[in-house]
Nanobody
């Protein structure tokens, strides 16, 4: 299983940006998917997650501005970011819990996508 992120870049404050996390591999079931971020000099921060039944939870810092969604046909998880602030600048990572035949549930990580918000 591989997770490939796309959509990062430089964006002006307030502007929207959408990150994608494409998941590929042999037969698998996508369970909970998370987005985390790491700003320079800081620890990883959980941005939010979406469960298999589409229940969503967000950190207080992004609630009302960010939206996580998933496309089960495309096996892709999205992070729609609106009303971006300079403090949202970070490397964003997707993390997915995957069930595969013959294996216990395992977590996989994307390679990270740099998001830089210019004020």
């Amino acid at each position: 299983v591989q997770l490939v992120e796309s959509g990062g870049g430089l964006v002006l404050a307030v502007g929207p940006l959408r990150l994608s996390c494409g998941i590929s591999g042999s037969t698998f079931t996508l369970c909970t998917s998370r987005w985390l971020r790491q700003a320079p000099g800081k620890r990883h921060e959980l941005v939010g997650f979406i469960t298999r039944i589409d229940s969503r939870t967000y950190s207080d810092s992004v609630k009302g501005r960010f939206t996580i969604s998933r496309d089960n046909v495309k096996n892709t998880v999205y992070l729609q970011m609106n009303s971006l602030k300079h403090e949202d600048t970070a490397v964003y990572y997707c993390n997915a819990e995957i069930e595969e035949v013959g294996y216990l549930r395992r977590a996989y990580w994307g390679q990270g996508a740099q998001v830089t918000v210019s004020s």
